[in-house]
């Protein structure tokens, strides 16, 4: 049994950064984070454009940072949570930079800020096109220097701790549910330990392999949204799964490289296999609309000609300039052989980020005691039915913030109870063959693409629903008689995600920004 006061789950932007606020703020703390890969492994590694931040108040304003956020998220966002974000920006972006992150500026020493989707303004920050790369190793390096926190790779959560799991149970269940930490799985030893802690931080990241074409790197598996979910925390708003409108189109390569929104911001034009230029039929920020907009002109596009990707048009850029913003895509294109000069990028809409997750309050609690959700797996209300482009590094930076400042409330009062008992694992067997795990997880990620992807319908829901219950009443079958493995662990979690965005699919009644359902009178017309 190891004991901590605070255990953050996950190794991102959400989860080092909180972790780094809680563990300075309390030197005598102990403070772990266990993180189920490599300790840099995580979707803020793989972020490209940059990080929404209104830096020049002469050129841009908060108000137009909260009204381009509103306008993406389609009435529900909380137009609360919306202003503190935008207007704590500045303040935690500086902080960053005080860890020691760069973000590119111009000649002129000012910032050089990038243009995306759904933004009036240019205000995307960013350190070339990798700019997840440079925060994620920024705050590995603090953490690092900071002698109270323990980091953990390879140790993979598989339950929170409650007081249902006390030995002896309490007589009385029916008070709110309490977190004590969680049970992980060791990779290196092959064991479940036991880590309790005073306060539990879920910064676990997306959901995106439930899809088979996604941005997402493999550990976005939704793990912590299934464990919240398992002790009846709230969820919320898993229908809005944004998908990217330009993934690169590469057939057979998991996940896909991401061709970032600010190639469109730089000129890039979206043009079909016939060459002509489309995007001015669906909207008339044409390449630069939000995300939903453009990714469902894209899949009309493609279920009119049958056409497996678009193309992204760079030709007419400067090569010069293109290279010094976007060295790392125009690496990626030049290597399967794309010369951006006379080619254009095959590009395909992809799964990308998760709108929903586990409902938080404004300072990122959970409905469970002690349990806090802060980064992509929480639902905050600052998305509401669409994220607004890079919105999402600066969402976890503050509430990552504001999870620390009630943690640290918080965390004197909170007693952990002597009677948690270890993880019990009698009369499982070792599984005999993993392809029953794998063949299952193909088989979900089939049917998420072909039933829950950008257009839904009631029919396709209602199919992807009862193939659904047959793959769960197998993995939980399997998951009863064999030893955990982080492959069975992780299926379990994506089916239990997958029926979340299936249901809270099927229980929305009106189209909302990424939620588009077709009914048979529209014949898929988008206005
Ligand atoms: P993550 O960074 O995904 O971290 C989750 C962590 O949890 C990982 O360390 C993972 O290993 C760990 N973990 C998961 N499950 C377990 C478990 N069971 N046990 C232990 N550890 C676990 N957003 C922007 O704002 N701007 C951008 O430019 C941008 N570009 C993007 C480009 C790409 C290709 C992708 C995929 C996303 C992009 N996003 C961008 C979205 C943004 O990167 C993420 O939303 C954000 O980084 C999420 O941070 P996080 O800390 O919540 O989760
Ligand atoms: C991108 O660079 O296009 C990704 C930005 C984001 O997901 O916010």
Redo the contacts with the bound molecule.
């Keep these: 049994m190891f004991g901590y006061d605070f255990l953050v789950?996950?190794?991102?932007?959400?989860?080092l950064t909180y972790a780094l606020k809680v563990a300075h703020h309390y030197p005598q703390a102990k403070v772990a984070i266990?993180?189920?890969?490599d300790e840099n492994?995580?979707?803020?590694k793989?972020?490209?454009?940059?990080?929404a931040v209104v830096v020049d108040r002469t050129s841009d304003s908060y108000e137009q940072h909260i009204q381009d956020t509103l306008k993406a998220g389609d009435g529900l966002c909380n137009p609360e949570i919306v202003k503190t974000v935008v207007t704590q920006g500045p303040k935690r972006l500086r902080e960053l930079v005080q860890w020691g992150a760069d973000f590119d500026r111009k000649s002129n020493g000012k910032y050089d800020l990038g243009l995306e989707g759904g933004h009036s303004k240019n205000r995307i920050l960013h350190h070339k096109d990798i700019?997840?790369l440079e925060i994620e190793k920024t705050l590995l390096s603090q953490v690092h220097n900071t002698p109270n926190i323990k980091v953990l790779s390879q140790?993979?959560?598989v339950d929170l701790i409650t007081q249902h799991h006390l030995e002896p149970r309490p007589n009385d269940l029916s008070e709110q549910t309490q977190c004590y930490g969680a049970y992980i799985f060791n990779a290196m030893t092959g064991k479940i330990e036991t880590f309790t802690a005073r306060i539990t931080l879920i910064?676990?990241?997306?959901v995106?392999q439930i899809y088979q074409n996604t941005?997402?790197p493999i550990?976005?598996?939704g793990?912590?949204i299934a464990m919240a979910y398992r002790v009846k925390a709230l969820i919320d708003n898993m229908e809005f799964i944004q998908f990217h409108p330009t993934a690169l189109y590469h057939p057979h390569i998991s996940p896909s490289f991401?061709i970032s929104e600010a190639v469109r911001g730089f000129g890039g034009l979206l043009r079909n296999k016939s060459g002509a230029l489309f995007m001015h039929l669906y909207d008339q920020r044409k390449e630069l609309a939000s995300r939903d907009i453009v990714s469902r002109a894209i899949d009309s596009e493609l279920k009119k000609s049958g056409d497996e990707c678009v193309f992204l048009d760079c030709r007419h850029l400067d090569l010069k300039d293109f290279k010094k913003h976007f060295p790392n895509i125009l690496q990626k294109v030049n290597e399967i052989g794309i010369d951006l000069k006379q080619d254009m990028i095959p590009v395909v809409p992809a799964a990308?980020?998760l709108c929903g997750g586990i409902t938080v309050d404004e300072s990122g609690q959970t409905s469970v005691e002690n349990l806090f959700a802060v980064?992509?797996?929480a639902c905050t209300g600052l998305h509401g039915a669409n994220r607004l482009a890079?919105?999402?590094?600066?969402e976890?930076l503050v509430f990552a913030h504001a999870g620390y400042l009630k943690s640290v409330e918080l965390v004197e009062k909170i007693i952990i109870p002597k009677n948690i008992p270890s993880w019990n694992e009698e009369g499982t067997v070792q599984p005999k063959e993993l392809i029953l795990i794998t063949h299952n997880l193909r088989e979900l990620q089939v049917l998420m693409s072909d039933y829950v992807g950008i257009i839904r319908s009631k029919e396709r829901l209602s199919r992807a629903a009862s193939r659904l219950k047959v793959l769960y009443e197998e993995t939980e079958a399997l998951y009863k008689r064999t030893k955990i493995s982080p492959q069975l662990i992780e299926l379990r979690n994506m089916i239990t995600v997958a029926y979340l965005v299936v249901q809270q699919s099927q229980a929305r009644k009106e189209n909302r920004g990424v939620f588009y359902q077709t009914n048979p009178s529209d014949g898929m017309v988008y206005n």
């Design positions: 789950i996950g190794s991102g932007v959400a989860g266990v993180t189920k890969a492994e995580s979707n803020t793989y972020a490209q454009g940059g990080i700019t997840g140790h993979f959560a910064a676990t990241g997306g995106g941005t997402n550990i976005a598996t793990d912590g991401l990308h980020y980064g992509e797996c890079s919105n999402s590094l600066l976890a």
